[in-house]
């Protein structure tokens, strides 16, 4: 992502917010039809978003 202050290409992780006391953000992902995830699975979507913490949301919302 590019920074909206500076443009530069940074992680959002490592923006800084000058007169926020809270950010934060969220990425999902729904799978519609598929069979239940394995954990082998969600355990390799968290290693190539470098580690971030993941959590799997299963079943109807």
């Given at each position: ?18 007169d926020d ?29 470098g ?11």
């Amino acid at each position: 992502m590019h920074c909206p202050s500076c443009a530069r290409p940074s992680g959002i992780d490592r923006w800084s917010w000058e007169d926020d006391y809270y950010a934060c953000g969220h990425l999902g992902f729904t799978f519609w039809g598929w069979a239940e995830l394995t954990s082998d699975f969600t355990r390799e979507i968290g290693r190539k978003l470098g580690g971030h913490r993941t959590v799997l949301l299963a079943g109807k919302l």
